[in-house]
């Protein structure tokens, strides 16, 4: 077996019979990348009430809102995150670990999810461990998101791998059954 280096630091892997396989990039923690991500939304937060309005008027791109109970306080709490598609699954997280909202998603195990103003979906939040399918949510956010976040996501992977809390969104019905 051979091993070809990529750009982004992965390896593909060609064996005898011509197949290849995709090793996604080792995880490893970043004290610069855990800084510079941290600076990059305490701007968007910043932000937030001018994207929300965009949101509102004109869509942006996979952003969802994504309303949560508080964990301790029992309030609703609204964020918006970008929604992922993977195989015709629905995922949302965050890359520097964990945060406020993902906290609230991991205790409430669920949560209404607007694509567009006043459309609503309640959905059940399954945390996601390491493995193949959150390796792909990680690759996907690279691709799915906008410019320049999908630079950002390509550059700080290995990070994104090693701490980055995700979670696939099962849609439930009015009943609260999974469908």
Request: charged fraction near 20%; aromatic fraction near 10%; hydrophobic fraction near 45%.
């Amino acid at each position: 077996m051979s091993e070809l280096r990529r750009p982004d630091s992965a390896v593909w892997s060609t064996t005898n019979r011509g197949t290849s396989a995709y090793d996604p990039p080792m995880a490893r923690p970043s004290a610069v990348w855990r800084f510079s991500l941290r600076l990059m939304y305490a701007g968007l937060r910043l932000l937030d009430p001018i994207l929300r309005a965009w949101w509102r008027a004109f869509g942006l791109g996979i952003t969802a809102q994504l309303t949560v109970r508080g964990r301790r306080s029992g309030r609703q709490r609204s964020v918006l995150v970008g929604l992922l598609y993977v195989d015709g699954r629905r995922y949302v997280g965050h890359p520097n670990g964990a945060v406020g909202w993902t906290r609230n998603l991991a205790a409430a195990e669920e949560a209404r999810v607007a694509q567009l103003p006043g459309v609503w979906a309640t959905f059940r939040a399954v945390p996601l461990s390491d493995g193949p399918e959150r390796d792909a949510i990680i690759a996907a956010t690279a691709h799915q998101q906008p410019f320049p976040g999908n630079l950002v996501y390509r550059a700080a992977q290995r990070h994104i791998r090693a701490v980055g809390v995700y979670f696939r969104l099962e849609a439930l019905d009015s009943a609260g059954r999974v469908w």
